[in-house]
Structure formats: structure tokens, C-alpha cells
């Protein structure tokens, strides 16, 4: 690589996974880095990287800037804006003056912008860096990060919310930290708000976003720059103490009589950037389509079966809990065998955060999960003169970034199945990757079961019986339709 610069340029560097050194070579006409690299090792890509690593050899040349510099360069990106709205947001920002809570008034403004305005850019020409003005982005109803950050900016200003941009890194996160200061580094842009003395960041391009801004994770952007004045180095971007992501599934099977069929009902809760997710993929769906696609993946799970009730679906917004009930009827979910009726049940809430990855053998970090709780309960309803033929236990595995438990309970005429699963940290330390594995392993074996119970041999006799009247009947009626008349 060969890089000219004017006369007089000083250049700063930045190297990641090399020792090659650039070679500076200085005349009267420019600035000459080269930068040569021979016979390289091989680098195996091992994926499921967090962010901010990247295994290959890199180079980073650019003119000698500090951030402050950068911040120069974007503030008159960034003006004062004082056009007027259109007069229905007008209206709305006085309303929104009403409200005495700052934060209430913060919420207000993000999910306006969220929610309102497309996600959307042509980023050709001037635009490349240069937000529009919000009130053509509000008027057209689309925008690029700049315009949205540019919008909801303006609005909380409004608000007497202190409130700034700030550069970002989608694809390196906090390693821009390493880096050498300049534009280039950064591929989006976020907002800062102040409230009470506390900092918040805020993204006005994550559409349907439930909850308080106060709690949202956008941690993994590691490390920003304010675009305001004064500001000359990177502030770090903290997940919030009450930030958490969670599924919680709750499945209840209750078998009739004859122990074949069995009333199925399923609760699924979503919190969170679970919640987020959930919202705006299941609640974007028709209805129909998503009772299909959900009866769909129970009939793989289970055979033959009818829909008793359309999924319904709860979205708490202020929360940020998404709760979906469904309900069915199992034609045959329990495998028979003599005198045996056996369930296999499986934690699919935990099927993802258990997943290995593609590259075992690693030298770098892991990405791994969203911190949170994850919990899969199945709970089967035991008919009468059913015996479990199993009994209480309990496994605990726990591995560098999370606690797992699998427990049975045999109460009554119940028995209980429950996965519980408490993922600590998002990604995994390199030397901490071989322990992790090992211990996800394990919890991989443990998340399948087969819940067997014994039925006593005069039942099984008796159940064998109505099977083969119901049979005969069948047949029957049958002779007697192709006949024309009653049997």
C-alpha cells in the first residue's frame, strides 16, 4: 500500500495483529507511506467474534489529528435548527412541555422519531455527512441516522433537555479506542441526553423499541464522540444496572382419560431486547399467519393437532414485555409402549444461547449472549393411576458467563420440568473460551428428556379395549355408508 500526502503532512499510525511498520519518506513534493507485508501467515477466520476484535493484520494511516479535531470538523454539521413543524408536531411538543418529568418528555421525543420517521437515507453527494434540515425530515417522514439524531436533537432542545450527537463505530465498537483520531472511524450516530445531572444515550433508528430509554443496552457501541463543543476525547458508552433480556416459556399438557390426546397450552414471555425483537417480528406478522407458523412448529414437535385458540398477544410497551398465549389439542404427543406413556420434552428457549459455535478451537474472544434469564418450564397434569417412573433431581452446571439448573418436581398429580438458564456476560474472554465450551457442552446434553410413567396393566387393558371398539365402530359405519343405510 502507498499513500501521498502534501508537504509537510504528519502521519500517525495504528497497527492491530502485525509488527509490519509503515515507511515515512519525506521530499519537497509530498509525504510518501508505504507499507509492504511478504509471505504472511494464513489467519483462520473463527466467527462468532464480539465487535470490536478482528484477527487480521491491519494498518490504520491518516494525517496526525486528535479528536477535538474530528469535533471541529462535524459541529457545523450539527446547527442550531429554529424553522418551525408542521403545526400537528408543534402541537404535540407542547403537549409534551406539559409533562413535569423530564424523562416522560425524553421518551416522548425518541419514540416520536422512532416510530414515525422511516429509517431510510440517500446518502449521495453533500448528504455522505451532512444531516437534512429536521423539518424536511419530519415532512417527508424518512432519514438516515444523521437526520433522525438531527430531528430528535432538535426536539429535546425544545424539551430544555440538554442533548448532542455523537459519532459512533457499528462495525468496530470500542476499538475505535486504538485507533487513529478521524472521521473515517465512525459509521453512524446517536444521540446524548442529559437528565438530572445522568447521561443517556438514545438511538432514534431502532424502531419499536418498548420500555424506558433510561434502561436500553447500547453498550455495544463501546465508546462514543459528542459532537459539542469542548468535547476532545471518546466517552464510554456503560449497559445500565437495570438492563436485561429474557425469555421465559411456560408449556402445560394435560392428557385425557384414555392417555392419548392432551390439551397443550403455552406461555411465552418476553422482556427486554427480547421484548424489541419479538415486537417487531411476531407483532408485524397478520394473526393468522403467525397462528400458522407457531401451530406449524408444534406439529413438527408433536404430530397431528388442532387449534383450540388463536395465539393471543400482550405487548406491555411501558415495560417492554411481550406476552404470547397459545392452545392446543395434541392428537397423539405421548409415545406408547405397553403399558408406558412417554413425553419427550425439549428447552427451546435455550436452544440458541446454547448453540456451539461454528469454530471450537479458538484463539480469540467469543461473542455470546444477551445478559439475562431465560427459563423453559413444562408441566405435565398426571391422570390418575399414572405413575411417574422417575424421580426428583437436580443438575447445576455453570460455566466463566453463565449458571445453568435443570430440575424435576413430582408433586401430587403434577410433575415439573424446568431449564433455567442466567447468561452473566454477553462474550467471552479468549482464555476463558476452552472452560466455556466444556461447560456448554454439558448443559447441551442436558436439555432434552423424556418424562416416562407407568400405567397400571387393567387401565392399559381397558384403553386397548375402547381403541378397538372405537376401530370396529369405525369400520362399521363405514359398511353401512357404503350401503346407503343404517347397519
Not at 17 to 26: D, F, K, L, M, S
Request: with cysteine; hydrophobic share 40%.
Amino acid at each position: 500500500t502507498r499513500v501521498l500526502y502534501d508537504p509537510g503532512t504528519e502521519v500517525a499510525f495504528h497497527r492491530e495483529n502485525t509488527e509490519i511498520a509503515p515507511v515515512v519518506r519525506r521530499s519537497a513534493d509530498a509525504v510518501e507511506v508505504t507499507v509492504r507485508a511478504q509471505g504472511s501467515a494464513p489467519v483462520i477466520d473463527e466467527d462468532g467474534y464480539p465487535v470490536w476484535y478482528q484477527p487480521y493484520p491491519r494498518v490504520e494511516i491518516a494525517p496526525k489529528r486528535s479528536w477535538a479535531d474530528v469535533v471541529g470538523w462535524a459541529l457545523p454539521l450539527y446547527p442550531e435548527h429554529s424553522a418551525p413543524f408542521d403545526p400537528a408536531l408543534e402541537a404535540k411538543i407542547a403537549q409534551w412541555r406539559t409533562l413535569r418529568d423530564p424523562a416522560a418528555r425524553m421518551t416522548a421525543a425518541l419514540r416520536e422519531v422512532q416510530n414515525e420517521v422511516r429509517y431510510f437515507g440517500v446518502e449521495i453527494g453533500d448528504n455522505t455527512h451532512r444531516p437534512n434540515p429536521p423539518d424536511q425530515v419530519w415532512r417527508k417522514r424518512y432519514g438516515d441516522c444523521k437526520d433522525k439524531t438531527l430531528l430528535l436533537v432538535t426536539l429535546l432542545r425544545r424539551l430544555d433537555i440538554e442533548a448532542a450527537p455523537a459519532l459512533v463505530s457499528v462495525g468496530r465498537g470500542r476499538a475505535i479506542g486504538q485507533s487513529v483520531p478521524s472521521a473515517s472511524v465512525f459509521d453512524h450516530v446517536i444521540v446524548r441526553a442529559r437528565v438530572d445531572g445522568r447521561t443517556w444515550w438514545l438511538d432514534p433508528t431502532i424502531a419499536q423499541q418498548g420500555g424506558d430509554p433510561r434502561q436500553l443496552d447500547l453498550s455495544d457501541y463501546g465508546l462514543v464522540l459528542p459532537v459539542t463543543a469542548g468535547s476532545d476525547a471518546l466517552e464510554p458508552v456503560a449497559a445500565p444496572a437495570e438492563a436485561a433480556s429474557g425469555v421465559e416459556m411456560s408449556e402445560r399438557f394435560e392428557p385425557a382419560a384414555d392417555g392419548t390426546s392432551a390439551t397443550f397450552t403455552v406461555e411465552t414471555v418476553y422482556t427486554g431486547l427480547s421484548a424489541d425483537r419479538q415486537r417487531r417480528s411476531t407483532l408485524g406478522e397478520r394473526r393468522d399467519e403467525v397462528s400458522r407458523r407457531f401451530a406449524e412448529f408444534y406439529r413438527k414437535r408433536y404430530g397431528a393437532l388442532d387449534v383450540l385458540d388463536s395465539p393471543a398477544i400482550e405487548d406491555d410497551f411501558e415495560r417492554n414485555i411481550v406476552r404470547i398465549r397459545e392452545r392446543y389439542r395434541l392428537e397423539a404427543p405421548f409415545d406408547v409402549a405397553g403399558g408406558v406413556r412417554a413425553l419427550d420434552a425439549y428447552a427451546d428457549v435455550l436452544q440458541d444461547i446454547s448453540t456451539l459455535p461454528q469454530q471450537s478451537a479458538r484463539s480469540g474472544p467469543l461473542d455470546y449472549a444477551e445478559p439475562g434469564r431465560y427459563r423453559h418450564s413444562v408441566r405435565v397434569r398426571v391422570p390418575e393411576r399414572w405413575k411417574p417412573a422417575f424421580r426428583a433431581e437436580r443438575i447445576d452446571r455453570s460455566g466463566p458467563a453463565f449458571r445453568f439448573e435443570r430440575k424435576v418436581e413430582v408433586t401430587g398429580d403434577e410433575v415439573q420440568l424446568v431449564y433455567d438458564m442466567q447468561v452473566k456476560q454477553g462474550e467471552v474472554a479468549a482464555d476463558q473460551v476452552a472452560a466455556h465450551l466444556e461447560a456448554l457442552r454439558k448443559v447441551r446434553d442436558e436439555l432434552s428428556a423424556t418424562l416416562r410413567f407407568n400405567i397400571p396393566a387393567a387401565l392399559d387393558d381397558a384403553q386397548r379395549e375402547q381403541r378397538l371398539r372405537a376401530l370396529l365402530q369405525d369400520v362399521i359405519d363405514g359398511d353401512a355408508s357404503d350401503k346407503g343405510g343404517k347397519p
